[in-house]
Nanobody, 125 residues
Framework: QVQLVESGGGLVQAGGSLRLSCAAS????????MGWFRQAPGKEREFVAV????????DYADSVKGRFTITKDNAKNTVYLQMNSLKPEDTAGYYC??????????????????WGQGTQVTVSS
C-alpha cells in the first residue's frame, strides 16, 4: 500500500505561483510513476503532469506546458508541482496519484491505483 498526502494549495492572484507537495509513504519503492490530476466543480478529472520514478521522464497536459514543472525528491519520497503564471482556469482541487504499473495511458485517471485526498488551488482574476 502507498499513502499520498498533498499540501501547498491556497488562494493566489492570477500571474502568481504556488508549489504543491505530495509526500508518499509505504511501498514507495515499487512505484513506476507519480503525478497530478485536477478537478474543477462540474468538470471531469483532468490530467496535469506525470513523472516516472526511474529515469525521471515527464509529461504534461498542453494547458500547463511551459508554466508547470513536476519534480521528485527520491530521498524524501516527495513529488512537487511548481505552478507559475497561474490563471483563473487553473482553479481546481489538485490530486496526487501513483501507480506501480507501466501504462502508456498516463493521462487516464483509471490507470492510477493510489490517490491523495486533494488540495484546493484557487486563482483569482
Amino acid at each position: 500500500q502507498v499513502q499520498l498526502v498533498e499540501s501547498g494549495g491556497g488562494l493566489v492572484q492570477a500571474g502568481g505561483s504556488l508549489r504543491l507537495s505530495c509526500a508518499a509513504s509505504g511501498r514507495t519503492f515499487s512505484m513506476y510513476a507519480m503525478g497530478w490530476f485536477r478537478q474543477a466543480p462540474g468538470k471531469e478529472r483532468e490530467f496535469v503532469a506525470v513523472i516516472r520514478c526511474r529515469g525521471g521522464s515527464t509529461d504534461y497536459a498542453d494547458s500547463v506546458k511551459g508554466r508547470f514543472t513536476i519534480t521528485k525528491d527520491n530521498a524524501k519520497n516527495t513529488v512537487y508541482l511548481q505552478m507559475n503564471s497561474l490563471k483563473p482556469e487553473d482553479t481546481a482541487g489538485y490530486y496526487c496519484v501513483a501507480d506501480a504499473r507501466y501504462s502508456g495511458r498516463y493521462d487516464d485517471p483509471g490507470q492510477y491505483e493510489y490517490w491523495g485526498q486533494g488540495t484546493q488551488v484557487t486563482v483569482s482574476s
